[in-house]
């Protein structure tokens, strides 16, 4: 089965997936759990049930996108309340409400999303944009202080391709549209986005414009920002459109102004994508190295000199001996070291795949043939249906990403991990953390952090401390604060430390500019001037 193929899931709140699809632990992973001290933990509350807006609010809304696109019902606004971190998660359980928005609005158009955004800065009430609702580091939950509500926008009924230009390679898609059913269209065409992270089952392309999202195969075809040549936003001061050409020398380039932007500036409404022939050929194959170093320095040579596989990830020893340590598929020599993928994926890619084996041999690489590189892929999207039982069951477990210079990644690594590690186990709950790489470039790469131990009765505060003392292990060691999961609230300390009080400055320019009232996604990315 390939991505085309996959559904639109529509998540149910608080769990992550297909409502249908049940995961259970296995006796094993039950009895690691108990060895860590996690115990089982008591049923999730109910939805509540949220106060009713201000009729005023819901009657100025409805003359704009119609009556029956303005919810006010409970269910509708705690299914907008929050995204899917771990904390998202242990207060939605708890059944806090804080982040609940007043109302819910479907504006289906480009025009009734600006209408809305002019309405909204005029009653004094927060936007917060939605799509997906993926969002891993508070980025749906805005700061309410000093607004008469908080309106979530939900672009579900912009759900269409455009326009696809096969002469160009291009495909005008619509933000609300999720990203599987941007792939089924697009492959009946015979082209592909290429774009697959690991939320793909639940996100958008609006969200993945809006984080700078990375997807499995960045190796092959970018990270999104890099796919995206054109767009189109709708702000509280007006529309801007930006992308006549794939490149021009006509000022800064502003479209990098909104990538990543979070919905602070506005909400972008489409996108021009660049658009790839589907492949004819795909193969995924495993390789091991006798340590991680060893695999950093493998996959740094074929970064840095080609030829570079469609995915190209390591996984460290503890990642290896747990998500990979299958005898089956290692081959008698044992799960020990750590395990690369390679993903291959094309037409007639036998010359580069013999060419990426060359490479990885002689960088100390054992091949293992396509049994854990198809074993990885086909559970590509397994891992967070996990998180629901093991927070069941008393686990915590949460992930974090940063990247770094090649130079730099060695330390930056023993340096997270060790916060960690010392975070969790000063509260006594010593955890496993787990690493991979999964994004290289000519002059770094990612690392992608899970950690896993027991809560302790008050598990986001135990994050909490843990997450600082990774952010500040990463702002130390010369990390980014976020290479993909965005800054939302979560990482906006770490990103005024990392860019600075100048550069801090500029992005409250462009916001006092665009959005004068504040109406957009208020604390998100961008603090309030001091």
Same mark, same amino acid.
Request: charged share 20%; proline share 8%; with cysteine.
């Given at each position: 089965?390939?991505?085309?193929?996959?559904?639109?899931?529509?998540?149910?709140?608080?769990?992550?997936?297909?409502?249908?699809?049940?995961?259970?632990?296995?006796?094993?992973?039950?009895?690691? =759990?108990?060895?860590?001290?996690?115990?089982?933990?008591?049923?999730?509350?109910?939805?509540?049930?949220?106060?009713?807006?201000?009729?005023?609010?819901?009657?100025?809304?409805?003359?704009?996108?119609?009556?029956?696109?303005?919810?006010?019902?409970?269910?509708?606004?705690?299914?907008?309340?929050?995204? $899917?971190?771990?904390?998202?998660?242990?207060?939605?359980?708890?059944?806090?409400?804080?982040?609940?928005?007043?109302?819910?609005?479907?504006?289906?158009?480009?025009?009734?999303?600006?209408?809305?955004?002019?309405?909204?800065?005029?009653?004094?009430?927060?936007?917060?944009?939605?799509?997906?609702?993926?969002?891993?580091?508070?980025?749906?939950?805005?700061?309410?202080?000093?607004?008469?509500?908080?309106?979530?926008?939900? =672009?579900?009924?912009?759900?269409?391709?455009?326009?696809?230009?096969?002469?160009?390679?291009?495909?005008?898609?619509?933000?609300?549209?999720?990203?599987?059913?941007?792939?089924?269209?697009?492959?009946?065409?015979?082209?592909? #986005?290429?774009?697959?992270?690991?939320?793909?089952?639940?996100?958008?392309?609006?969200? $993945?414009?809006?984080?700078?999202?990375?997807?499995?195969?960045?190796?092959?075809?970018?990270?999104?920002?890099?796919?995206?040549?054109?767009?189109?936003?709708?702000?509280?001061?007006?529309?801007?459109?930006?992308?006549?050409?794939?490149?021009?020398?006509?000022?800064?380039?502003?479209?990098?102004?909104?990538?990543?932007?979070?919905?602070?500036?506005?909400?972008?409404?489409?996108?021009?994508?660049?658009?790839?022939?589907?492949?004819?050929?795909?193969?995924?194959?495993?390789?091991?190295?006798?340590?991680?170093?060893?695999?950093?320095?493998?996959?740094?040579? #074929?970064?840095?000199?080609?030829?570079?596989?469609?995915?190209?990830?390591?996984?460290?020893?503890?990642?290896?001996?747990?998500?990979?340590?299958?005898?089956?598929?290692?081959?008698?020599?044992?799960?020990?070291?750590?395990?690369?993928?390679?993903?291959?994926?094309?037409?007639?890619?036998?010359?580069?795949?013999?060419?990426?084996?060359?490479?990885?041999?002689?960088?100390?690489?054992?091949?293992?043939?396509?049994?854990?590189?198809?074993?990885?892929?086909?559970?590509? $999207?397994?891992?967070?249906?996990?998180?629901?039982? #093991?927070?069941?069951?008393?686990?915590?477990?949460?992930?974090?990403?940063?990247?770094?210079?090649?130079?730099?990644?060695?330390?930056?690594?023993?340096?997270?991990?060790?916060?960690?590690?010392?975070?969790?186990?000063?509260?006594?709950?010593?955890?496993?953390?787990?690493?991979?790489?999964?994004?290289? $470039?000519?002059?770094?790469?990612?690392?992608?952090?899970?950690?896993?131990?027991?809560?302790?009765?008050?598990?986001?505060?135990?994050?909490?401390?843990?997450?600082?003392?990774?952010?500040?292990?990463?702002?130390?060691?010369?990390?980014?604060?976020?290479?993909?999961?965005?800054?939302?609230?979560?990482?906006?300390?770490?990103?005024?430390?990392?860019?600075?009080?100048?550069?801090?400055?500029?992005?409250?320019?462009?916001?006092?500019?665009?959005?004068?009232?504040?109406?957009?996604?208020?604390?998100?990315?961008?603090?309030?001037?001091?």
């Amino acid at each position: 089965m390939s991505e085309s193929d996959l559904p639109v899931v529509r998540m149910a709140h608080g769990r992550w997936g297909d409502p249908a699809r049940e995961t259970h632990l296995p006796a094993a992973a039950l009895d690691a =759990l108990r060895h860590l001290g996690a115990r089982p933990m008591p049923p999730a509350a109910p939805a509540p049930e949220l106060p009713a807006p201000a009729d005023a609010l819901v009657t100025a809304l409805a003359a704009i996108v119609g009556a029956a696109q303005v919810k006010t019902d409970s269910e509708t606004r705690w299914r907008h309340t929050r995204g $899917y971190s771990t904390p998202d998660l242990l207060r939605d359980r708890a059944g806090d409400t804080t982040d609940a928005p007043d109302l819910v609005v479907l504006p289906g158009s480009h025009d009734e999303v600006q209408a809305l955004l002019t309405a909204c800065t005029e009653l004094g009430v927060a936007v917060v944009p939605y799509a997906g609702g993926t969002s891993v580091v508070g980025g749906l939950a805005p700061d309410r202080q000093g607004y008469d509500a908080v309106v979530a926008v939900d =672009l579900a009924r912009l759900d269409q391709v455009i326009e696809v230009d096969e002469i160009s390679r291009t495909a005008t898609l619509q933000a609300g549209l999720r990203g599987p059913a941007a792939e089924a269209e697009l492959a009946a065409r015979g082209f592909t #986005l290429g774009h697959f992270p690991q939320s793909y089952e639940g996100a958008s392309i609006g969200g $993945y414009a809006a984080t700078r999202s990375s997807g499995q195969s960045s190796a092959g075809f970018g990270r999104f920002d890099q796919m995206v040549v054109g767009l189109t936003v709708a702000t509280p001061r007006g529309t801007i459109q930006l992308g006549r050409a794939p490149h021009s020398a006509a000022g800064p380039d502003l479209r990098q102004l909104f990538l990543g932007s979070e919905g602070a500036f506005g909400i972008l409404t489409s996108v021009v994508v660049r658009i790839r022939p589907r492949a004819t050929e795909r193969v995924f194959e495993g390789w091991r190295f006798p340590t991680f170093e060893t695999g950093l320095d493998a996959v740094r040579r #074929l970064a840095q000199d080609g030829p570079l596989p469609t995915v190209l990830r390591l996984s460290d020893e503890a990642e290896t001996a747990i998500n990979l340590a299958d005898p089956d598929v290692l081959g008698s020599g044992g799960p020990g070291g750590c395990v690369a993928i390679c993903g291959f994926e094309g037409s007639r890619i036998g010359t580069r795949r013999a060419e990426v084996a060359e490479v990885l041999q002689a960088a100390g690489g054992e091949p293992l043939g396509e049994g854990p590189g198809e074993t990885w892929r086909r559970g590509r $999207y397994n891992a967070p249906y996990l998180r629901d039982p #093991l927070l069941d069951e008393g686990a915590l477990v949460e992930t974090l990403e940063t990247a770094g210079f090649w130079s730099a990644l060695p330390g930056l690594k023993a340096a997270v991990t060790e916060a960690l590690v010392k975070a969790l186990s000063d509260q006594g709950t010593p955890p496993v953390v787990l690493c991979h790489i999964s994004h290289v $470039y000519e002059t770094g790469a990612s690392l992608y952090f899970t950690v896993l131990c027991a809560q302790t009765e008050d598990p986001i505060a135990q994050w909490a401390r843990a997450k600082q003392a990774a952010c500040d292990a990463i702002g130390r060691t010369g990390g980014t604060i976020t290479h993909h999961h965005a800054v939302g609230t979560d990482h906006r300390p770490g990103y005024e430390a990392e860019i600075g009080p100048l550069a801090i400055e500029v992005l409250q320019a462009v916001k006092s500019v665009l959005d004068p009232a504040r109406t957009m996604n208020p604390g998100i990315l961008i603090p309030p001037p001091s």
